[in-house]
C-alpha cells in the first residue's frame, strides 16, 4: 500500500515550520520531563524498600503500560480525535507522575509506572497521527524523524536539566520537573484540531483492522520488532558491559553522552535520507550497523573500544531516527489509519520491551558477550527483513518545508 492518502480532504496540507509549536516543541519538552525523572524511579523505589532487582521491575512496568496501551490508544484517537486525546493522555501522565512522587509504598510506585506509560503511548500515537494527516507525503520522513529527534533531544537534555532539580529537592525533584513537563507540553498541543479523515472513515473494530492487516503486521512487523529490540538493548547492554570491564561511572555517563549527540545530530538528516532514497535503503544500513556493534562488543576490551561500539551504535540508532513511524504510516489504511498505527505501534514496542529482558536473561544463563552476539544476530534478521518487505520508495506530492 503506498503513502497516498494522508492528506484528507478535511486536513489542510501544513508547512513544517508552521508545525514547530504545535507539535515539535512540545515533543521535546515532554522528552525533557522523561528524560530527567528516569534516572529517578529506580532511586524512588529503593526508598520505598525495593530491591535492586524488584526495583528494576517496577520501573519497567512503564514499558508494559506502553503495550497495554498501544492498541487501545489507537482505537480511542479514531473515537475522539488528537486534541482530546493529548489532553487525556497528559491529565494520565500527570497523575501517574503524581502517584510516583507521593507513593507510600511500592504498590503506588507501580500503578504510577504503569500509567506514565500508557499516558506516554497515547500521547506519542496521537501527536504521529496528527503529523501524518497533515504533511505532504513527499515531507513525510523528514516530519516523523523531526518528531522522534525533538523527542530524544528532550531526554538526552532532560538529564542534565534535572540534575539540578534533583540537587535542591532530592529524587522527586526531577519527578515535579516531569509532572510540569507534562503540564506544558500537553497545553501547548492543545493548539491542534482534530483530523476528520472524510466519508473514507470506517469505525473499525482492533479485531477486524489487525485481521485485515495481518500480512503487513506479520512481515514489515518483523522489522519494526527487530529495531525496537536493538535500539532498546543498547540502553541496558552497554552500561552493563562498561562495568564489566571496569570502567568507572563518569567514564560511562561521557560515553553515552557522545553516543546521544552522534543520535541527536542525525535526526534531521536521516529524514531527508528516508524521503530521498526511500524507507529500505535507510532502514537496511541502520540494522547492519546495530549488528556490527552488538556483534563486535565483546572485542571492546577498553573504554575506547567500547566509545568506537558507542558510536557505531547511535550512528544506527540515529539513522533509524523516524524510520519506524513512517512506515507505518506509509502501508496504514487511510480509513482506519489510528486502529492501524496502534497496531503497528505494538510490534515495535514489544521490541523495546524484550530486548532489555533478553540482555537480561542471555548475561544471566551465558555471558554478557552473548547477549550482544544474540542481539546482533537479531539486528541481521531485521536487516533481511527490511530489505525484503519495507517500501522503497512512495509517492511523492510537492510541499515546501
Known amino acids: 500500500m503506498s503513502g497516498e492518502g494522508v492528506a484528507d480532504l478535511a486536513a489542510p496540507v501544513m508547512r513544517l515550520r508552521a508545525l514547530t509549536w504545535q507539535v515539535f516543541v512540545p515533543t521535546a519538552v515532554f522528552g525533557m520531563g522523561g528524560g530527567a525523572a528516569a534516572p529517578m524511579y529506580p532511586l524512588r523505589a529503593l526508598e520505598l524498600g525495593a530491591s535492586a532487582g524488584a526495583a528494576g521491575i517496577v520501573v519497567a512496568l512503564s514499558g508494559f503500560g506502553q503495550l497495554l496501551a498501544d492498541l487501545p490508544a489507537g482505537q480511542l484517537i479514531a473515537r475522539v480525535g488528537e486534541r482530546r486525546a493529548v489532553a487525556a ?32 503511548a497515547l500521547w506519542g500515537l496521537a501527536r504521529q497521527t496528527y503529523l501524518v494527516a497533515v504533511v505532504p ?7 516523523l524523524s523531526l518528531l522522534a529527534g525533538s523527542q530524544r533531544f528532550g531526554v538526552f537534555a532532560g538529564p542534565l536539566i534535572g540534575a539540578g532539580a534533583t540537587h535542591a529537592f532530592g529524587v522527586t525533584g526531577a519527578m515535579w520537573l516531569q509532572l510540569a513537563a507534562i503540564l506544558v507540553g500537553g497545553t501547548l498541543m492543545m493548539s491542534v484540531r482534530d483530523i476528520d479523515d472524510g466519508p473514507e472513515r470506517i469505525r473499525r473494530g482492533l479485531r477486524a483492522v489487525v485481521t485485515e492487516n495481518r ?32 570502567m568507572s561511572a563518569p567514564a560511562i555517563g561521557l560515553i553515552f553522552g557522545i553516543a546521544g549527540a552522534v543520535d541527536v545530530l542525525l535526526s534531521y538528516p536521516s529524514g531527508i ?35 568506537v561500539i558507542a558510536v557505531i551504535l547511535g550512528i544506527a540508532n540515529g539513522l533509524s531516527n523516524g524510520l519506524i513511524m513512517t ?28 530486548g532489555p529482558i533478553a540482555v537480561g536473561i542471555i548475561g544471566a544463563a551465558a555471558t554478557l558477550g552473548s547477549a550482544g552476539v544474540a542481539l546482533g544476530a537479531v539486528a541481521t534478521a531485521g536487516a533481511v527483513a527490511i530489505r525484503r518487505w519495507f517500501p522503497a520508495r512512495v509517492t511523492v506530492r510537492s510541499g515546501a518545508e
Open 215 to 246: 500480512r503487513v503486521l506479520g512481515t514489515l512487523g518483523f522489522g519494526a520488532l527487530a529495531t525496537g529490540a536493538a535500539r532498546a538493548a543498547r540502553v541496558s547492554l552497554l552500561p552493563l558491559w562498561a562495568a564489566h570491564i571496569g
Open 327 to 354: 512506515v507505518g504510516s506509509d502501508v496504514a489504511p487511510p480509513s482506519a489509519r489510528a486502529e492501524f498505527l496502534g497496531a503497528w505501534r505494538l510490534t515495535h514496542d514489544l521490541g523495546m520491551f524484550a
Open 273 to 307: 535520507w528516508l524521503d530521498r532514497y526511500g524507507r529500505r535503503a535507510t532502514g537496511t544500513p541502520s540494522l547492519l550497523l546495530f549488528a556490527l556493534g552488538y556483534t563486535a562488543l565483546p572485542l571492546a576490551t577498553t573504554a575506547s573500544g567500547l566509545c
Open 137 to 143: 507525503d513527499g515531507d513525510r520522513g523528514r516530519a
Open 89 to 120: 493522555a497528559s491529565v494520565g501522565g500527570a497523575v501517574g507522575v503524581v502517584l510516583a512522587i507521593v507513593a507510600p509504598n511500592l504498590g503506588w510506585l507501580a500503578a504510577g509506572m504503569l500509567l506514565t506509560g500508557a499516558a506516554s
